[in-house]
């Protein structure tokens, strides 16, 4: 199999909505999970008793909690509430997310695509 092969090792798997405590082997190409049974050459990364769960992608967030995307008063405040939202959609099973900006000015939406471009870098988030 071309691609490369990660295990995660010390790691709780929720499965069938139980905690499982084995390896989780999967290709980065492809994405699939393979079997940890078989001894694979690849990455080892320790997950130090995290927890592997599936989570949902939010395709479609124009804000939430008094917030709302398109409201960029000053860019300090503006960076502190994406993450307060981004820092609080795990609790929900929203592991990603899309920030969206409905119709606004032109003017508007260049200086808050700017801001979220910069602000919203990927970035793994683990949670205990």
């Known amino acids: 199999m071309s691609g490369k092969i990660i295990t995660f090792t010390n790691a709780r798997l929720c499965v069938g909505g139980e905690f499982v405590e084995k390896p989780l082997t999967i290709s980065s190409e492809s994405g699939i999970i393979l079997s940890s049974d078989e001894d694979q050459a690849g990455e080892t990364v320790d997950l130090k008793g995290g927890i592997v769960a599936p ?6 967030t124009n804000g939430m909690r008094g917030f709302h995307f398109t409201h960029l008063e000053d860019e300090e405040g503006y960076v502190k509430k994406v993450d307060d939202v981004a820092q609080y959609l795990p609790s929900t099973g929203v592991t990603s997310f899309y920030a969206t900006i409905p119709t606004v ?8 695509v700017v801001l979220l471009t910069s602000v919203c870098q990927p970035r793994l988030m683990v949670s205990r």
């Open 105 to 112: 000015s032109s003017e508007e939406f260049q200086k808050v």
């Open 55 to 60: 989570g949902f992608i939010e395709l479609q």
